[in-house]
């Protein structure tokens, strides 16, 4: 028999999954729109850009939606911001229609770290099981890709994740190219869960989806295998990610954008 409890964690996958899916949904409208749109006004730029973004944040968390609706109701229940004010710069838009050629030592150890507004985590990765995946953010990373960008997402019920690595902060951006799913059978990932500590990366709930996107588990969470994990959080880092989860989510439901100001100033991958 079904406890209530696994019942409650499956409807937060099930969840999970099909946000993916409307916000992979807006983006592919979004863009059939814009295309439309550019042939017909050409050089009317700004009024491309201002439909493409009100038309992505129409489909978004329909928890986000009712938390801007009323913000005076919502900032009263926001628990303080641990975090501190980000540093100038803006965020890059360069996409790529392709994913970068191999360049990355495969046995080689890299480090992800994330200067962040709440702390540096940093991350061990996976080069080994995770090549295409671990190549990628060496790619962007050196690009800057993910410099100045906010981390858009907490999730505090059924699953406990922090969602980063979307330029538009919106959960629909990313590269303009995908990825292979890679390492689905890591020796860690048992009884369908997410331990702590993980990183892994974010998609449609299709099988080769993945962007830029990624999201770091603070506390196990019970997940299909369908995200490849490629990266393992350090004990220091884990301390920054549980103190942006404690200041909580801006929804009161579980699942919107977190309370405190998570900003990655500066993403660097490292080779040892």
């Known amino acids: 028999m079904v406890t209530q409890e696994q019942r409650k964690r499956q409807l937060a996958r099930e969840k999970f999954l099909r946000q993916q899916q409307r916000r992979t949904e807006a983006r592919r409208k979004a863009r059939l729109r814009n295309s ?3 042939s017909v006004l050409g050089v009317i730029l700004v009024g491309s850009l201002a439909l493409y973004t009100s038309g992505v944040l129409k489909d978004d968390d ?8 009323t913000p005076s109701a919502q900032a009263s229940k926001k628990a303080p911001d641990p975090c501190e004010k980000p540093a100038a710069g803006k965020v890059r838009t360069e996409t790529w229609k392709k994913e ?7 046995s080689a150890k890299y480090t992800f770290d994330l200067a962040t507004t709440c702390g540096t985590i940093d991350i061990a990765l996976k080069a080994s099981a995770a090549p295409h995946t671990v ?13 100045h960008t906010k981390c858009h997402r907490l999730t505090t019920n059924g699953i406990y994740v922090l969602q980063c690595g979307d330029p538009t902060g919106s959960g629909s951006g990313g590269p303009g190219y995908t990825i292979p799913d890679e390492n689905l059978k890591d020796k860690s990932l ?16 299709q ?3 993945g962007g830029s996107q990624f999201f770091l588990v603070y506390q196990d969470s019970q997940l299909p295998p369908s995200y490849t994990p490629f990266g393992t959080i350090s004990e220091s880092g884990m301390k920054v990610l549980k103190k942006i989860a ?3 989510e801006s929804t009161g439901a579980g699942d919107g954008a977190p309370n405190a100001t998570v900003v990655i100033n500066k993403a660097t991958v490292t080779k040892s």
């Open 246 to 248: 404690a200041a909580g």
């Open 207 to 209: 099988a080769h989806t």
């Open 36 to 38: 439309v749109i550019g």
């Open 100 to 106: 970068p050629a191999m360049t990355i030592d495969k």
């Open 135 to 147: 190549n990628s953010f060496d790619f962007l990373a050196g690009k800057g890709f993910f410099d």
């Open 62 to 69: 329909k928890a986000n939606a009712s938390a801007e609706a």
């Open 190 to 205: 048992k009884a369908n869960t997410y331990p702590a500590g993980t990183v892994a990366m974010a998609n449609t709930g």
